[in-house]
């Protein structure tokens, strides 16, 4: 089936550090989201686009559809970026399920 | 605007008991979609309908498991007969019009079946 693997699986950093998380799929992805959740928390849609670069913020996501991968940069990281960032990917089509990566694990220490 | 509201929010239900789960979309908000969110298992699609019709159930177990949207303001997930393996945070969230729109999510119910 479809599958999403995220890269890493953790990552600390000092705050003010820059972060680049990766996200790939298995199958064709005609756009990604990309969602944040701090632990025991809602989540938090931050980003959605099907091609391309979009920016928002301190947070850039690129997606290369054809390449099946994505990105979310962080810039300046700071101590309440703490948390997962989960990548989602929709297939296509008429299809409007969320295939969910297992996300990454975000720990910003000052 | 309240964004996607889910009751309770949490929920403790003895083995072979039901439970009901109840999710109010964002007002306008034509699809709703039901996840679930496991450690082992991370976040799995159960079902989305729109305007109130079912679209997609590929991802609802097919026993004990349903859903149902009697109108535009909430949806139910029903699980009946719960086992321990059910106990998961359930998500639900809802988008403007379906398809590939970006989806909203609520704060979730966390199902603990003993």
């Known amino acids: 089936g479809q599958q999403v693997q995220q890269s890493p699986a953790s990552l600390v950093l000092q705050e003010g550090e820059n972060a680049e998380l990766q996200c790939n799929f298995s199958s064709t992805a005609t756009r990604l989201q990309w969602f944040y959740q701090r632990p025991g928390g809602s989540l938090v849609s931050l980003l959605s686009n099907p091609s391309g670069t979009k920016h928002t913020g301190r947070l850039t996501s690129t997606t290369v559809t054809k390449e099946r991968r994505g990105s979310l940069h962080i810039s300046s990281s700071q101590i309440t970026d703490s948390g997962t960032y989960l990548c989602?990917?929709?297939?296509?089509?008429?299809?409007?399920?969320?295939?969910f990566g297992k996300g990454t694990k975000l720990s910003v220490k000052s | 605007n309240a964004g996607v509201i889910q009751t309770p929010r949490h929920k403790v239900t003895g083995k072979g008991q039901e439970a009901t789960l109840w999710c109010e979309p964002i007002?306008?908000?034509?699809?709703v979609f039901w996840y679930r969110q496991t450690i082992v298992q991370g976040l799995e699609f159960l079902t989305y309908?729109?305007?109130?019709?079912?679209?997609?159930d590929s991802g609802m177990p097919k026993e004990r498991f349903s859903a149902q949207m009697p109108n535009q303001s909430h949806s139910t997930l029903k699980i009946q007969s719960t086992q321990p393996q059910d106990s998961a945070v359930y998500l639900c969230?809802?988008?403007?019009?379906?398809?590939?729109?970006?989806?909203?999510f609520g704060p979730g119910t966390r199902l603990l079946v003993l």
């Open positions: 989602a990917m929709f297939s296509g089509g008429s299809n409007a399920k969320l295939t």
């Open positions: 007002s306008g908000h034509s699809a």
């Open positions: 309908f729109r305007n109130q019709a079912p679209i997609d």
């Open positions: 969230a809802s988008s403007h019009w379906g398809g590939q729109d970006t989806q909203y």
